[in-house]
C-alpha cells in the first residue's frame, strides 16, 4: 500500500514556544522533542546579571571608593593603604554571598513548585473514542485512553436500536431535508405528513436531533416518482400534539391527504455573508466567506481547521488528535470569525469525541467532534454550516470549495491568512483505480480537486471543510483526512465522507448530557 500522509504538520505545531502557552515542564518530553517548558510560577528566577559584575581596573575601584564615602553610614570596603589584592578578594567574596543568596532563593522557589505539583493534580479530560454502541455507566474515559464514554444523563432510548443495529430516530433525507421517523415496533422509517403538523413537532424533532437553538419547518411536495418517500406515511397523532418525545408521536397512514411532507431545518446554516485559494493554489479569503471555518489550537498553536456545526459543536478529524495521543481536552482551544491565523475570539473545549471505529493505518472514519464549554455567539462572521443530509447528492462539477490555513505548497509554510480554493469532487471509482488510490478509498472516503493537480489541501488543513453549494445554502460534504504529497498529479486531495456518517454525528448530538 502507498504511504499516506495526514494532513498534519508537528514542525508547525513544536517550532517554537508560545508565549501565552501554559504546559508542565515535561508536557512534550513524551512525544520525544527533546526539551522542557518551565511551569509558570515555577521558573526559578533570572539571576541579574549587572549585580555580579566585578570591577577590576585601578580608577573603577578609585570611582566606586569615592561614591562611597560621602554616603552616611555606607561600609568603605577599601582603603588606599589596603593592598589591591585584599581589596579585590573583599569584593570577590561580597559578591559570592550575593550569588549564595540568589541561589538558595531558586532552590527553595523551585522546592515549593515541586512540592504542589507532587500533591496538586488537576482533573485530566480526554478524547474519547465513540461508538454506536449502547454502553455501560461504568465505562470513562476521563483518565484511561481506549474506554467507550457513555454520557452521564442520557443514554440512547431502546426504541432506537433494532437487533442490536443502531437506527437514527429522525432522518432529513435529500437537500429538501423531508422528516422521516423510525418507528421501532414496525421497523421502518415513516415520511411525516404535512397535515396536522405544527411547529411546536418541528421542536421536538429538532430537540431530538440534538439543535435547539433554530426551528423551520415548511410543507414539501411529495414526488410521486421517489421511492424513498413512498415507503411509508404517517400524521401527528391529535391526543399527543404537545408530545415532548417521539414516543407515539404518529400514526400510519396509506397516504399523506395532502400529498406533502415536512421540509425540517434545525440550524440557521450555510449561509455566507462574502462572496468570491492552506490550500494550495488558492487565494485569499475575504472575511465572512466561510464563517463556520475554526483554527484548532493546541497550547496555542494551529494544529488543524475544523467547522461549526451548532452553537457548541466543531466537527474536525479524528486524526488530529489520535495523532501523537493529542487528546488532553483542556490543551485545546478553537478560534472563530478571524481569517487571520493571529489569535482571535477562542472558546475553551469541555468535550472532545472521535469516532471508535477510526483506523490510524488506513484513515478510515476520520471524523471528530468537539463540544465547547460556553455556547459560540453567531455573528455575520461566525455561524454554521450546513450538514449533509441522507441520501443526498451533489455534482461532481458543481461549486464545491475547500480552506484552510495550511501550507500552501508541500513542505511549505503555514499561510497567516485563510485560503480557498475551488475543487471538482471525483468518483470512488476513478480514485480507486491503479493510477491513483488503488483500492484505498473506503465508502467512507471521497476524493475531491483535479487529477492533474495543482490545487489540494496540504498538512495543517486537517479536519477542516470541504462543502459544496445547493439551493442557496453551503452544505459539508467531506472532511479534510489524507493525500499522498499536496497538489501531485494523480494524486487529489482524501475526505471523509460524511454523508455515510450522519448516524454516528446524530448519535453523538443526541446522547450528550447537554443539548445544545
Not at 467532534?369 to 441522507?390: A, D, N, W, Y
Request: glycine share 8%.
Amino acid at each position: 500500500m502507498t504511504k499516506t500522509q495526514k494532513r498534519i504538520s508537528l514542525s508547525d505545531i513544536f517550532s517554537g514556544i508560545n508565549e501565552e502557552e501554559d504546559v508542565t515542564s515535561n508536557a512534550l518530553s513524551d512525544h520525544g522533542f527533546g526539551f522542557r517548558i518551565p511551569v509558570d510560577g515555577c521558573t526559578p528566577p533570572a539571576v541579574d546579571e549587572a549585580a555580579i559584575i566585578i570591577p577590576t581596573l585601578p580608577d573603577q575601584l578609585h570611582q566606586s571608593e569615592t561614591s562611597t564615602q560621602d554616603i552616611p553610614g555606607s561600609d568603605v570596603p577599601c582603603t588606599p593603604k589596603e593592598p589591591t589584592s585584599l581589596c579585590s578578594l573583599q569584593h570577590l567574596s561580597r559578591i559570592l554571598i550575593h550569588i549564595s543568596v540568589i541561589l538558595s532563593i531558586a532552590a527553595t522557589s523551585l522546592s515549593i513548585c515541586l512540592l504542589l505539583q507532587y500533591f496538586y493534580h488537576p482533573e485530566v479530560h480526554q478524547a474519547c473514542p465513540d461508538f454506536l454502541e449502547i454502553c455501560a455507566l461504568s465505562l470513562n474515559c476521563s483518565f484511561a485512553e481506549g474506554a467507550n464514554l457513555c454520557p452521564p444523563t442520557r443514554l440512547p432510548n431502546n426504541r432506537t436500536v433494532a437487533s442490536g443495529e443502531y437506527r437514527n430516530p429522525v432522518l432529513l433525507l435529500t437537500e429538501r431535508s423531508l422528516l422521516q421517523v423510525y418507528n421501532v415496533d414496525a421497523g421502518k422509517y415513516y415520511t411525516v405528513c404535512h397535515q396536522g403538523w405544527m411547529t411546536t413537532h418541528g421542536w421536538t424533532v429538532c430537540r431530538e436531533l440534538g439543535f435547539n437553538s433554530h426551528c423551520l419547518s415548511s410543507p414539501a411536495p411529495l414526488i410521486p416518482t421517489d421511492s424513498t418517500f413512498l415507503e411509508g406515511f404517517a400524521v401527528v397523532n391529535k391526543s399527543t400534539a404537545l408530545t415532548s418525545n417521539l414516543d407515539n408521536f404518529l400514526s400510519p397512514v396509506v397516504t399523506c391527504p395532502t400529498q406533502e411532507g415536512v421540509s425540517l431545518q434545525c440550524t440557521d446554516c450555510g449561509r455566507s455573508t462574502a462572496d468570491s485559494n492552506r490550500i494550495v493554489g488558492g487565494s485569499p479569503s475575504a472575511s465572512g466567506r466561510w464563517p463556520w471555518q475554526v483554527s484548532l489550537r493546541w497550547d496555542g498553536r494551529h494544529v488543524c481547521g475544523g467547522s461549526i456545526i451548532s452553537s457548541q459543536w466543531v466537527m474536525s478529524a479524528a486524526h488530529c488528535f489520535v495523532l501523537s495521543s493529542f487528546l488532553t481536552v483542556n490543551r485545546w482551544k478553537v478560534h472563530v470569525g478571524s481569517v487571520s491565523l493571529n489569535p482571535a475570539i477562542s472558546y475553551s473545549i469541555r468535550s472532545i469525541y472521535y469516532n471508535g471505529q477510526y483506523n490510524s493505518e488506513t484513515n478510515d472514519y476520520d471524523v471528530a467532534l468537539l463540544k465547547t464549554s460556553q455556547p459560540m455567539g453567531f455573528s455575520e462572521t461566525l455561524r454554521p454550516v450546513c450538514l449533509p443530509r441522507t441520501r443526498q447528492q451533489f455534482q461532481s462539477m458543481g461549486n464545491c470549495w475547500i480552506s484552510g490555513w495550511g501550507h500552501v505548497s508541500e513542505g511549505g509554510q503555514l499561510s497567516p491568512v485563510l485560503r480557498e480554493a475551488k475543487v471538482h469532487l471525483i468518483s470512488s471509482a476513478i480514485c480507486n483505480q491503479s493510477s491513483h488510490y488503488p483500492g484505498m478509498i473506503s465508502p467512507r472516503m471521497l476524493c475531491a480537486g483535479y487529477l492533474d493537480g495543482k490545487v489540494d489541501s496540504c498538512q495543517g488543513d486537517s479536519g477542516g471543510p470541504l462543502v459544496c453549494q445547493e439551493e442557496g445554502l453551503w452544505w459539508q460534504v467531506g472532511i479534510v483526512s489524507w493525500g499522498e504529497g499536496c497538489g501531485r498529479p494523480n494524486r487529489p486531495g482524501v475526505y471523509t465522507n460524511l454523508t455515510v456518517l450522519l448516524d454516528w454525528i446524530y448519535h453523538r448530538l443526541q446522547t450528550d448530557s447537554e443539548i445544545p
